[in-house]
């Protein structure tokens, strides 16, 4: 028998259910491994005699009944419970189709490790009992394909009830012959089995006949005496009693049928978690794609508002150096218009442009929570992460740019309604004093608190440009008065005029700095935050990458699985 089978299906299955799958599988493939006993699982419907045949086997054997094997017309066995008896280990199951799923998998869990199987029918022989029995024969139950994984005789078949039949054995005999030939032929036709599936050993048993013994928990052999002759009890014993001599290569099938199981169950389980993940993936990447275009619109308005900002910034300071005839005070209040006009123009523009970009950001992620495969996605991703929170407690996008204007603009002025030259002297007169305290105390501070003073040095440099450029205005009012004498004058003009320009130049950079990238204030940073509501999944990314390598994993493992399957180790001690 090949090991590296077994190997590599608890490898396979393993990707699909995760470490602690595997050592739970091992664990429990081994202590039916150790088992020194043939494991003799009885299965079959709710109410079809189970426990009464594993009572009446007990009884014959001279073992001990115990006390959980209760006979009765309620749904007694809830979980799978083992007896030994004369080197046989029968485990009783719950019954199937009694309408308790979880009594179904209690007993498809207890067929996963077993060495002969029992199974238990009643004399009705229902259509869905044949395809139940085929399942078996057939090898489909334990693998994905139809292939022999009983040896001969350990796939035992009880039509239990006889006696219920619908002749009494008593009053006709030979009657009752002739109907259990009839139900072992109308069962063979049911089945309809192959050459290559393995046929049950049928046999037609009464194991109470009559209801006699009942609920009795101790009965002895003489309480069944009277039906020895035809309840066939003899012929199953028989079957039973020939397995002990067989517990290799009957446990080495075992270990076949357990591993091929389990990796039928994975490829169930592998192909159950891509079709969920599949959509996730693709939703994914829809939403990377969606919000990637929201960016790149977001990139074209940000680009487009910093280069109006600098065209503007530049034509209503730029022309403040060619103007003549102006004073001071004169050229300041045109700086000031100007910068005004086109900033208030700016503003409305850019402000509502972002408004909407960010109203549009706000519907995509609206749509993003109702739409099914996004549900999904996000449900996805908080079992992934592990995480509580619900992505819907999220805020709007479009508050993030309400106030930015008026916060932006306030940093062109002195935040303590004083201009930025009485601001400056007023920090001048603080450091003068040697103390805040000191300047606080003195009559004339214009600064009343010491928070108003350090607010006021924190944010004195962010207007340092206006205060520039009043010196800068200061010096243009020389240059407009007069005329040029000579040469060497006209040179001396062209140069301070360079000089000037090259001083606004700077300003005008400073300013669009301020206006644009400050950090804290700047039109850049209410961007910023319309960004970040369009990235704001931090999972996104990573849940691509990682339900690709997932859904790529799954299916290697699959793959790999239904190879293995459709080639497993061939029976031990079969010619």
């Not at 150790?34 to 003799?40: K, L, W």
């Not at 002895?220 to 079957?239: E, F, I, P, Q």
């Not at 004073?327 to 123009?345: F, I, N, V, W």
């Not at 999220?394 to 303590?416: C, E, I, N, P, Q």
């Amino acid at each position: 028998m090949s090991e590296s089978w077994f190997g590599d299906v608890l490898e396979a299955a393993a990707t699909v259910h995760g470490e602690q799958w595997r050592r739970t599988a091992e664990e429990d493939w081994q202590r039916h491994a150790d088992r020194a006993s043939v494991a003799v699982t009885v299965h079959g419907p709710y109410d079809a005699g189970k426990s009464t045949l594993i009572k009446r086997l007990l009884v014959e054997d001279g073992t001990p009944v115990p006390q959980w094997l209760t006979v009765s017309g309620r749904k007694e066995t809830t979980a799978a419970s083992e007896v030994d008896s004369r080197g046989i280990t029968y485990v009783d199951t719950p019954g199937t189709a009694g309408g308790n799923s979880q009594h179904d998998q209690q007993a498809a869990d207890a067929v996963t490790r077993v060495d002969a199987l029992l199974l238990v029918i009643t004399p009705q022989l229902l259509a869905d009992d044949a395809r139940w029995i085929r399942s078996f024969a057939a090898g489909t139950f334990y693998s994905t394909g139809p292939r022999p994984l009983f040896h001969p005789g350990a796939l035992l078949l009880v039509i239990a009830q006889s006696d219920t039949a619908g002749v009494d054995p008593l009053d006709s005999p030979e009657g009752f012959r002739s109907l259990c030939d009839r139900k072992r032929a109308e069962l063979d036709r049911m089945l309809d089995l192959g050459d290559q599936d393995v046929r049950p050993r049928v046999h037609i048993v009464s194991a109470d006949p009559y209801a006699q013994v009942g609920a009795e928990l101790q009965p002895s052999r003489s309480d069944y005496a009277d039906a020895a002759d035809w309840d066939g009890l003899a012929g199953l014993r028989a079957d039973l009693a020939a397995l002990g001599g067989r517990l290799d290569d009957l446990r080495a099938a075992g270990r076949i049928r357990y591993w091929s199981l389990l990796g039928k169950r994975a490829a169930e389980a592998a192909t159950r978690e891509i079709a969920e993940l599949e959509p996730v993936l693709e939703e994914a990447r829809s939403r990377q794609a969606r919000r990637a275009l929201l960016l790149v619109k977001l990139e074209t308005l940000v680009d487009a508002a910093s280069i109006k900002l600098q065209t503007g910034i530049d034509g209503a300071l730029h022309g403040i150096a060619g103007m003549h005839g102006m004073s001071e005070a004169g050229l300041r209040a045109e700086a000031q218009h100007r910068l005004t006009k086109y900033l208030e123009s700016w503003y409305a523009t850019l402000d509502r442009q972002l408004k909407e970009l960010a109203a549009e950001a706000d519907a995509e992620i609206d749509i993003e929570r109702v739409r099914p495969a996004a549900k999904q996605f996000d449900t996805w991703i908080l079992d992934l992460a592990d995480r509580t929170a619900s992505p819907d407690g999220t805020r709007s996008l479009t508050h993030f740019t309400d106030g930015a204007s008026a916060a932006v603009k306030a940093s062109f002025w002195a935040r303590h309604r004083m201009t930025v030259q009485t601001a400056k002297e007023e920090l001048r007169k603080a450091a003068d004093a040697g103390s805040v305290e000191a300047y606080l105390a003195s009559a004339d501070a214009a600064f009343k608190s010491k928070e108003g003073l350090e607010s006021a040095r924190t944010w004195l440099p962010r207007a340092e440009c206006f205060a520039e450029f009043a010196s800068v205005a200061a010096g243009l009012a020389p240059l407009v008065q007069g005329s040029v004498e000579n040469k060497l004058a006209a040179e001396q003009e062209r140069k301070r005029r360079r000089e000037l320009q090259s001083r606004i130049d700077a300003i005008s950079a400073e300013l669009r700095e301020q206006i644009f990238d400050d950090p804290d204030r700047g039109w850049r940073r209410a961007a910023e935050k319309v960004r970040e509501r369009i990235v704001v999944d931090p999972w996104l990314q990573p849940v691509v990458a990682t339900a690709k390598e997932r859904v790529d994993e799954l299916r290697r493992a699959l793959a790999l699985l239904h190879e293995l399957l459709q080639d497993p180790p061939a029976l031990p001690g079969l010619a």
